[in-house]
């Protein structure tokens, strides 16, 4: 990823990680979020520590060595739930 992907940069106030194999989905304000993990970390990096307990990658770690798990930080846009919801 590149810097723009910064955590720093970020333009909400609430960042918005959804998955698209699975249900899971939240809302987080961006001023917590850099006070837990600094204001450096990478939105790849920040969904990454998110979805550390999912099952599918857990479950494809054991066999394949690969991550089944579909967790993305939404993009928002005037119809965010759904874009959250139906993962696009």
Same mark, same amino acid.
């Given at each position: ?5 910064? /955590? ?8 918005? #990680?959804?998955?698209?194999?699975? *249900? ?5 304000? %961006?001023?917590? %979020? ?6 450096? #970390?990478? %939105?790849?990096? /920040?969904?990454?520590?998110? $979805?550390?307990?999912? %099952?599918?990658? &857990?479950?494809?770690? $054991?066999?394949?060595?690969? *991550? ?11 119809? /965010? &739930? /759904? ?6």
């Amino acid at each position: 990823m590149d810097d723009r992907e910064r /955590l720093a940069l970020y333009p909400f106030v609430v960042v918005r #990680i959804a998955c698209r194999v699975c *249900s899971r989905s939240g809302s987080y304000r %961006l001023a917590r %979020l850099a006070a837990k993990y600094g204001p450096e #970390i990478t %939105l790849g990096d /920040l969904t990454e520590r998110f $979805s550390y307990d999912c %099952l599918w990658r &857990a479950e494809a770690r $054991s066999k394949a060595g690969k *991550s089944a798990c579909g967790v993305y930080p939404c993009r928002t846009s005037r119809n /965010l &739930a /759904l874009t959250c919801r139906r993962g696009s």
